[in-house]
Nanobody, 120 residues
């Protein structure tokens, strides 16, 4: 089992920045990929990026490429989502997830989410 706890959400003005953290516990993550997702009210959860833990390779959809970046701290077993140039449409609950690295896109474990609100 992997437990995930997100933090760092809050209220920010458009154009601002936030860094979200996802602290993992329960097992080492060397064979996992960590994903970040956003869910706006009344909408489906959307993928905003992922990292393969061991290789450090990252993946982003076009909607956030160049604005968001994912990194990880092996010593802290924590993955980060740095969000810059935030837009109002980035508002939502952000979730981190963990899944086997060799089946990227399939996530077994999810955090409880952290709210990000971007005001105009």
């Amino acid at each position: 089992q992997v437990q995930l706890v997100e933090s760092g959400g809050g209220l920010v003005q458009a154009g601002g920045s936030l860094r979200l953290s996802c602290a993992a516990s329960g097992r080492t993550l060397s064979s996992y990929a960590m994903g970040w997702f956003r869910q706006a009210p009344g909408k489906d959860r959307k993928f905003v990026g992922a990292i393969k833990w061991s290789a450090g390779v990252t993946y982003y959809p076009d909607s956030v490429k160049g604005r968001f970046s994912i990194s990880r701290d092996n010593a802290k077993n924590t993955v980060y989502l740095q969000m810059n140039s935030l837009k109002t449409e980035d508002t939502g609950v952000y979730y981190c997830a963990a899944g086997p690295s060799d089946t990227l896109g399939i996530y077994e474990y999810w955090g409880q989410g952290t709210q990000v609100t971007v005001s105009s």
